[in-house]
């Protein structure tokens, strides 16, 4: 079985970790971080649940036709999940945030509202866009879970987490 991390990158960012070892209906762990205390949450994540991890990170690119921000903390997270990947050997998957293709698409504030992923006091969205990277991720690289988890209309938030623990560590 798979551990699934969404990361949404930023100055804030969203983390999202499902464990396909629990089933469609799984409890979804989520939160959003600051820089170190984000490292700190994916480090203890992939060395806990390495080999089997899948870490799904939020694509950035600087520039294009929209203007945006340099956002160097979103830069440096990537950089942080390309390093802890390498480090652990475990999978990275580099991914679009858009609607159309990416995990903006995959999931959608409805998509993630009928799995039960959907965090309405999430105001500025990054545990919800750290989720839609793990909607994507399964999506593409485990789609008959992805179709599990659709089919079971709710996954379990019973033991949904706020706070920066992994497991019960920090």
């Known amino acids: 079985m798979t551990v699934f991390i969404g990361v949404d990158p930023g100055a804030v960012t969203g983390l999202c970790r499902y464990d ?12 959003a971080l600051t820089f170190l205390d984000a490292c700190r949450w994916l480090d203890g994540a992939i060395t806990l649940h ?7 990170v939020e694509r950035f690119t600087i520039g294009g ?8 903390d979103a830069l440096e997270i990537i950089g942080v999940c390309r390093y802890l990947c390498a480090r652990d050997d475990v999978r990275l998957i580099v ?5 159309a293709g990416g995990a903006r698409g995959a999931g959608s504030p409805d998509v ?8 309405p006091a999430d105001p500025d969205q ?3 866009r750290a989720a839609a990277q793990v909607a994507l991720a399964l999506l593409t690289s ?12 709710r996954v379990d938030t ?3 987490v706020f706070d920066t623990t992994v497991d019960g560590e920090r």
């Open 20 to 31: 396909t070892a629990t089933g469609p209906r799984g409890p979804l762990i989520s939160d």
């Open 50 to 56: 390495r080999p089997d991890v899948v870490v799904a």
């Open 65 to 72: 036709s929209r203007p945006q921000t340099s956002q160097p």
């Open 95 to 99: 991914q679009g945030a858009s609607v």
């Open 112 to 119: 993630l509202r009928r799995v039960g992923w959907w965090i």
């Open 126 to 128: 990054h545990r919800n």
């Open 142 to 153: 485990q789609p008959s879970v992805w179709y599990d988890v659709l089919e079971s209309g």
């Open 158 to 160: 019973s033991d949904l």
